[in-house]
């Protein structure tokens, strides 16, 4: 166990561990459902920052919800957690690339963060949020596993 | 690496159930995000530097000053109703003023539109233009003016006092 995990070993760590996981959860799911309520939408949205070719929009429009809801359940149940805390941060790096370079490009557009329910704009705050969520990803994928039913437990001696 | 096979399963869940649901639902594509065919509807294979844009997104960027719309099509439409505070710009002979250009200098986002004729070809083709002037962000409203009006945003009649 890294000296890392070790100091996350205690019930204060594990606590936030379970904090962090409920966190990045509650988002992705909230960014799920609109996505999945209009694909055509969302597929819209993922057109316009110009980085797919046009044949994968409609596949990834599809796919990527579901990802977003599987790594939800994953963080929420604590099975296989840190993976899917793995998952949400390569996706959050994926999505904020993305961003940057549309912002970096000049182009001001639609997130589609969260579906095309929403008129978020890309924009730093959009960026800020994913950092923050990409540190609170990366903090659950160090930390030990925290089942429900051990996080009032103290450590094993 | 015990997380990476973790993530290689959730990824492999969520990707498999992904295809699952597209194969029930179908696939998007993007010819399908707009209205339907016919009705002012984004080109499969349009013009990579013009973005298309939905008359509820067009309504919501509408109160901001770095935001224009331009109206593509004849003056005499444009002075019968036109979206409230927009440009008049004919496309008559294919070409903008350097006027209007100068005055549109200062919008992030210019919005372009015109009736459904020809799936939007005149606001197309502005779009296309203001793009090469250098403008980054030029948009299509998806359904042009009938679709905004049918939406109930606002709109007005008159002259542009601004246009060349």
Redesign the interface.
Known sequence: MSSVSLKLATPAGRWATIAARLAVAAVFVWAAVPKLLDPAGFAEDIANYHLLPDAAVGYVAAIVPLVELVVAGALITGLEARGAALVAAAMLAVFTFAMGQAMARGIDLSCGCFGSATTARVGWGSIARNAALLVASGFVVVAPEARWRSAADPPSP | M??????????V???T???G??VL?G????A???PEEGFCAPP?AAA?RV??I?P??AH??SGRQDVAFVDARPREEFVAGHVSGALSAPMVDGTVPAELVALLRGS??VIVYDDTVEDCARSTRLAELLAQDGF??VRVLEGGMPAWLEAGYAAEAGTCRLCP
């Open positions: 015990r997380v990476l096979g973790q993530a290689g399963r959730v990824l869940v969520g990707v159930l992904g295809v649901v597209g639902r696939f998007p594509s993007i399908e995000a707009g499969v990579p973005l298309w939905g509820a997104a919501a960027l992030r986002t980054s962000d």
